[in-house]
């Protein structure tokens, strides 16, 4: 199949976005009978790369490959570059649980040429494939499945024919025996014994026709195949493989090393053991340890077990080598080893403690560091891999990132840096990394414990420890073979105090996905917080509301959310709070970014009882909202109206959106926001120093066209109340939160707070800020709060930290300002 090779653009959003696109059947109905037609992939035959065979029996029984593989050739006269594009496979009978598994491709085909892919190795066979141009860790099946040469490495999300014919990413595709997923009709079912190749690099998109079954016959770049002439592997030390980078100096080499196996990896998709030298040299930037790769096959060893190992030297990134942002791990693949002896002892692991890692996180050129010699006693990064792989181990560490449904934690190993007031480690700046953050998951089968359930602020006791290992999600990750317990420390969730008669509460709450299709625990998770730890606020800004089916309807046109927004504000009744009522403008279809298919939007709920919200129609998706004095009097040309919905900065961005409302007969201007996430962003731990923030540059954009409706409104009123609230995805030091304050007019209510309070959101062990209160110089007695029901919780409603900020509205009439003022000190002594 020929799709072209699209230039593939690497799309960043929220960190949420982990939804399937769903493509639709075309459905007819004659006098009740419902007739389905499922077109099949199918494109112009190529002229590019081609699959040439998959195979996917390697190491099963009767095998003689002891490894799956995938082929590909080019049907074109020219060189095929491979570069940027990616294998992925699916199982023959996807469910609905069903995920596309990928390995991406780097270099180049030959015409007349091959491209190996080798891909799960498994117990059985007897014959290693030739060197493998790429490798994956993806476990086939035999006789049915899906494999298709996709540009770029993000995962496909099609599961049927029909949803695949509209992938634009797709080149070329084969679905082999009785895979639903196919061309026209699928190739022959393949075995234990037998591949499906193609005959003559023809691909006439039927994949019956294009493909044949027979016995397999793996060819590499160089036209090597089994049972060819194998490199002598190198006698080494592990330390001499590591290196002094962080790129092996034997990479692309077939080494022989000794050592003691530490710790095993017997689930997943990326199993292995760790191999420690017990020889060390003296040379502290050399680490002493490796991962031996053996892909969906539990590793046969066990810790103790003194082994010679002989492995191809590889580069692991977790995407495209040649554009990833994050770190390599260096491990060996394709390995065979020799038992010497068991049950020796393993090497101690090495403690880290509060003074062990340094205070500096790297080097920062200014581009890539993994060629700089490592210097592991100046950069906590450059401690880590120097320490790859090797066994380390924390004593009694302070959860700061509590356990994930990924079956992850955080913890620090210098409780006294930077820590929150409520047992976290505050993020204070770019300049200010918290290296003492480390991430703990579990080596120990869940079948034999369950990865425990921890808050921030709770303990894992006694001894943790296990290998060192870089992870693209959260950087370095103690792998634990020894887990402590967790020790509940108690934190409870906050409860902010009520409104006083006088005082206008706004809070923000960013509430992750919402949609009607959503379960009716999460709507009353979210409604408990409203009304029991904010106090039913007067107003509210929401972010993250969709629309009333949520992702499931992807391109269908609904963007409506009255049906989501009707089903929140019942279950804020239903716990005992008022019944508010909501504003919001419908988005274009597919036009502001979010979950694919959610039409993610902001809005507004409102109390009827304690303020008015002003209507002025002529509000939507298109038209801005401009600021308008007339007579003394300062309004919104439509209310709710979005601000500049037409600028450039909002491009597949949610729009902010203005509301106008009248509190004891004094206007109040609100603006709901949630700016481009940090999708895209290079990770502070990956390999290029300092990371590049490119979507800053977006927010920025952003933060200009509110500053400057904030600053319209301004100079129609000087003393306006102005409270612009949200999800701002940055920090109170960035870019963006000072181009909103510059000057005075708004003041991030955030930085009020001492350092240690500054939080409201959780990510990768760092309590940060992302969501923001700000206000002009209007209000009065402005009393601001970040209610902690959230982030820091195993159980959680949403991903962010409400926050509420609580004021008089000023009038505009000094005297009568001074009395608001008054009155309210009066109610504070003496209560209502």
């Given at each position: 199949m020929t799709k072209g090779l699209p230039l593939f653009i690497r799309l960043g959003e929220d960190s949420s976005v982990i939804s399937l696109l769903r493509g639709a059947a075309v459905v007819a109905s004659v006098a009740g009978l419902v007739v389905t037609a499922v077109p099949a992939v199918s494109a112009e035959p190529s002229n590019g790369p081609v699959i040439a065979e998959v195979y996917g029996g390697g190491g099963n029984s009767g095998a003689v490959l002891t490894t799956d593989f995938v082929e590909l050739a080019t049907a074109g006269s020219t060189t095929a570059d491979l570069t940027g594009l990616s294998v992925q496979y699916l199982p023959g009978a996807p469910s609905a649980a069903s995920r596309w598994q990928v390995t991406p491709l780097e270099g180049s085909v030959e015409p007349g040429g091959r491209y190996l892919v080798a891909e799960a190795k498994g117990a059985g066979g007897t014959v290693a494939l030739p060197t493998p141009d790429a490798s994956g860790s993806i476990a086939m099946a035999a006789a049915s499945g899906t494999v298709a040469l996709v540009t770029g490495a993000e995962p496909l999300s099609c599961r049927t024919s029909v949803?695949?014919?509209?992938?634009?990413?797709?080149?070329?595709?084969?679905?082999?025996?009785?895979?639903?997923?196919?061309?026209?009709?699928?190739?022959?079912?393949?075995?234990?014994?037998?591949?499906?190749?193609?005959?003559?690099?023809?691909?006439?998109?039927?994949?019956?026709?294009?493909?044949?079954?027979?016995?397999?016959?793996?060819?590499?770049?160089?036209?090597?195949?089994?049972?060819?002439?194998?490199?002598?592997?190198?006698?080494?030390?592990?330390?001499?493989?590591?290196?002094?980078?962080?790129?092996?100096?034997l990479e692309g080499e077939t080494v022989r090393v000794p050592g003691v196996v530490t710790a095993t990896r017997t689930f997943g998709s990326s199993r292995g053991f760790w191999l420690q030298d017990t020889e060390p040299d003296d040379d502290p930037r050399t680490s002493e340890a490796i991962f031996v790769f053996t892909g969906s096959t539990s590793p046969s060893v066990a810790p103790g077990d003194a082994l010679t190992v002989t492995g191809l030297v590889k580069e692991y990134y977790p995407d495209n080598p040649a554009t990833s942002n994050y770190q390599s791990l260096t491990e060996l693949t394709n390995a065979q080893w020799t038992m010497e002896s068991r049950e020796n002892p393993v090497p101690e692991p090495l403690h880290i403690g509060p003074d062990t890692v340094p205070e500096v996180s790297t080097a920062q050129p200014g581009g890539n560091i993994e060629e700089l010699?490592?210097?592991?006693?100046?950069?906590?990064?450059?401690?880590?891999?120097?320490?790859?792989?090797?066994?380390?181990?924390?004593?009694?560490?302070?959860?700061?990132?509590?356990?994930?449904e990924y079956n992850e934690l955080y913890v620090t190993t210098k409780p006294e840096q930077n820590p929150t007031a409520r047992g976290g480690t505050a993020y204070l700046g770019y300049d200010r990394p918290n290296t003492g953050i480390l991430k703990i998951e579990s080596l120990i089968p869940f079948d034999q414990r369950s990865f425990p359930k921890a808050n921030t602020g709770d303990t894992v006791t006694g001894l943790t420890s296990g290998p060192l290992e870089y992870d693209s999600f959260g950087g370095y990750t103690l792998l634990a073979n020894v887990l402590g317990d967790v020790k509940d420390n108690g934190l409870e969730r906050e409860v902010t105090r009520p409104q006083r008669t006088g005082e206008l509460a706004v809070a923000t709450y960013n509430v992750e996905n919402l949609s009607a299709v959503d379960g009716q625990e999460k709507f009353d998770a979210l409604a408990g917080g409203i009304v029991d730890h904010l106090a039913s606020p007067d107003i509210v800004t929401l972010e993250e509301i969709q629309d009333d089916n949520g992702p499931q309807g992807n391109g269908d046109g609904v963007v409506t959310a009255e049906q989501t927004l009707r089903k929140f504000a019942d279950a804020i009744v239903a716990a005992g709070g008022p019944r508010y009522q909501w504003r919001q403008i419908d988005p274009v279809d597919l036009a502001d970014g979010g979950q694919p298919g959610g039409n993610i939007r902001v809005g507004f709920l409102f109390n009827p009882n304690r303020v008015s919200f002003v209507d002025r129609k002529g509000g939507d998706a298109t038209t801005p909202v401009e600021v308008v004095a007339a007579r003394g009097k300062t309004k919104l040309s439509v209310s709710p109206g979005?601000?500049?919905?037409?600028?450039?900065a909002w491009l597949d961005s949610r729009k902010p959106l203005a509301g106008e409302f009248v509190f004891g007969g004094r206007t109040v201007f609100v603006v709901a926001n949630h700016f481009a996430s940090k999708g895209g962003d290079q990770p502070v731990h990956?390999?290029?120093?300092?990371?590049?923030?490119?979507?800053?540059?977006?927010?920025?954009?952003q933060a200009k066209a509110v500053r400057g409706f904030v600053d319209d409104v301004l100079a129609a009123d000087a003393n306006a109340n102005v409270v612009v609230a949200g999800d701002l995805n940055d920090y109170p030091f960035s870019p963006t939160v000072r181009t909103?304050?510059?000057?005075?007019?708004?003041?991030?209510?955030?930085?009020?707070?001492?350092?240690?309070?500054?939080?409201?959101?959780?990510?990768?062990?760092?309590?940060?800020?992302?969501?923001?209160?700000?206000v002009s110089k209007g209000p009065l007695g402005v009393d601001y709060d970040v209610v902690h029901i959230n982030a820091e919780f195993a159980d959680q409603a949403s991903d962010h930290d409400p926050q509420v900020v609580r004021f008089l509205p000023a009038s505009g009439n000094r005297k009568l300002d001074a009395l608001y003022l008054l009155l309210d000190k009066l109610e504070r002594l003496f209560g209502r």
């Open positions: 949803d695949c014919a509209g992938e634009s990413r797709i080149v070329d595709l084969v679905g082999y025996g009785s895979a639903a997923v196919n061309e026209t009709r699928p190739a022959p079912s393949a075995s234990n014994t037998t591949s499906v190749a193609r005959d003559e690099l023809t691909d006439t998109d039927d994949n019956a026709a294009d493909f044949a079954a027979g016995e397999p016959s793996p060819t590499n770049t160089l036209g090597e195949q089994p049972g060819g002439e194998q490199p002598e592997p190198v006698d080494s030390r592990i330390h001499e493989v590591q290196g002094t980078t962080r790129i092996s100096p010699p490592l210097r592991p006693d100046e950069y906590a990064l450059d401690f880590w891999e120097a320490h790859e792989s090797e066994l380390v181990s924390v004593v009694d560490a302070r959860v700061v990132g509590r356990s994930t979005r601000i500049d919905p037409g600028n450039a990956g390999r290029y120093q300092p990371p590049v923030r490119g979507s800053e540059v977006q927010r920025i954009e909103l304050t510059e000057g005075g007019a708004l003041t991030a209510l955030i930085s009020t707070l001492p350092e240690r309070e500054r939080y409201s959101y959780v990510f990768e062990g760092n309590s940060q800020v992302l969501d923001h209160v700000l």
